[in-house]
């Protein structure tokens, strides 16, 4: 990931989705992106955030 110092007119949101669940202090998923400041969800969770209905 690199941080760019570009100015935008909206602050970007990042996200990430993965079944991986944060445990502890293990290196996984939500542990690195938790670290970077970027959110971590699962897929049912983006699937409601979006609106999805099967």
Do not use: C, Y
Not at 22 to 30: A, D, K, V
């Amino acid at each position: 990931m690199v941080n760019s110092s570009q100015q935008t007119l909206f602050k970007i949101k990042r996200i990430v989705v993965t079944e991986e669940k944060l445990r502890g202090n293990r290196e996984n998923i939500p542990f690195i992106s938790n670290e970077l400041a970027i959110e971590a969800i699962d897929i049912i969770t983006m699937f409601r955030a979006e609106g999805w209905k099967f």
